[in-house]
């Protein structure tokens, strides 16, 4: 029994990273399998860490064909869009409730040339999400409360992803769903089978040994539990 494991995404987040050796980080994960990488974007506000800006993202080098996925834990996200995408960003991710002006800040991602997406808490209800699901190509639910790494997954949030996935169903719409906290080896299956396809993974890809060969083995134990959330889901081919 094969099953289509081509619509899952792990990326790895660069929050969990050796920022000392970034640029070596970025190439090695690459080479190990990963097409996206998750730059978290904190400004000490939105969220109680500060990470960096669009200044020192410039300076990340992006292997080819990979995907710079920022998401931005920043109040205000409409005033810096623009340099984020200039900084090399290929998908913007905006929290809901950082904006009070959540389609305006979408169509600003569309119009400087990035895909938009959206960001929630874990405890922001899915209907802010009623007016915009045509204006985004991703959603990315947050698993933890953002701000830093390490914590353990919510576990309301299968359910929530389950919830998601049905309304974008129903909307007969093409949107991906990224999970963004806690996932492992003990809980990406759970996700996967509720309908999750991008994985933002941060300390279950960057601990211990480092170098290629040790994040390809992180990354195909990860996907190996997505295939099992996928036959859960009954996703067969």
Known sequence: MSVDTSNVVIAPSLLSADF???NEEIADVCKAGASWIHLDVMDGVFVPNITFGPNVMRCFKKPANAVFDAHLMITEPE????AFVKAGADIISVHAEATAHLHYVLQKIKNCGAQAAVALNPATPL???DYVYADVEMILLMSVNPGWGGQALIPAITQKIRTLRRKIKERGLDIKIQVDGGLNLKTIRNVVEAGATHLVAGNAIFHEASGVQAYQARI???LHEAQLGLVN???FV
């Open 233 to 235: 889901q009954g996703q």
């Open 20 to 22: 000392g050796r970034v």
């Open 220 to 222: 195909d134990a990860l």
């Open 127 to 129: 209907e802010v999400l």
């Open 79 to 82: 005033k810096h869009v623009e």
